[in-house]
């Protein structure tokens, strides 16, 4: 059998199955990943890179900057529409009776094609944090009416995604290795395999015995640890791998 024949006897007869995705699958959504920047970049933006801004201590030096940023990008991303990688993973899940989405990406795309068990790693970009009573809310006003905004409770709100420098919740992320752990195949797509501890969890489902496919246009750092490889956009890809 062909490598792309071999994956879809896998999905059809692995349970649990477990997704882990990254920044590439939004990017062919026209979503720039995180540090490639934009072709519509302002010139304002130009001069900051995401690694100065999206931290606790550029929030607690200059919130009004960090939140221009964050408005500008949650623009871009309200912009933006699910594409034939998230809809077909959205569809695999509806037939699927295990199934676990996790996911590096903050923009909600996801759940915006009809996934509904997603697990956001790394937070969403549509939920706001109150600094002194911790409430969480959505908010998908674009632009924001008030930079910073704030909570009913007259306090400063942040982004509800997790900066350089923190941890990630731990909630969410029990539950991401407790579904690695226990898949018996694992999908990687569009992750560069790069940011821990999120592309730990590759290892781990090698670790635990688990099929690996990963999904992606270029080499990363976790191809020699996965089973089958398949070169290519994930919106080309997954619906010929996932409609079978």
């Known amino acids: 059998m062909t490598p792309i024949e071999d994956c879809r006897e896998w999905l059809r007869n692995s349970s649990p199955i477990a997704v882990l995705t990254g920044a590439g699958i939004s990017a062919e959504s026209g979503i720039p990943t995180f540090r490639s920047g934009s072709a519509e970049l302002p010139a304002l933006w130009s001069r900051y890179r995401p690694e100065d801004l999206a931290t606790p201590l550029a929030f607690q030096r200059d919130p009004e900057l960090v939140w221009r940023w964050y408005d500008w990008r949650r623009g871009l991303i ?110 990687v797509v569009g992750t560069s395999a790069v940011v821990y501890p999120a592309a730990g969890l590759v290892p781990m489902a090698r670790e635990a015995g688990a ?14 640890l996965v089973d089958r490889v398949l070169r290519g956009p994930a919106g080309e890809i997954l619906p010929g791998l996932l409609d079978s």
């Open 78 to 187: 309200a912009r933006a529409q699910p594409n034939a990688g998230h809809l077909a993973l959205a569809k695999w899940e509806r037939g699927c009776d295990r199934f676990t989405l996790i996911t590096q990406n903050v923009d909600g795309l996801h759940t915006a094609a009809g996934s509904s068990r997603v697990l956001e790693i790394h937070g969403s970009i549509w939920t706001l944090r109150c600094l002194a009573c911790a409430a969480e809310w959505e908010n998908h006003a674009t632009p924001l009416p008030e930079i910073p905004p704030h909570c009913a409770c007259g306090s400063m709100a942040r982004p509800g995604v997790v900066w350089f420098g923190e941890g990630l919740p731990q909630g969410v992320w029990r539950e991401a290795e407790r579904a690695v752990r226990a898949c018996r195949l694992l999908l």
């Open 211 to 224: 099929r690996i496919i990963e999904v992606n246009r270029e080499e990363t750092p976790v191809s020699s």
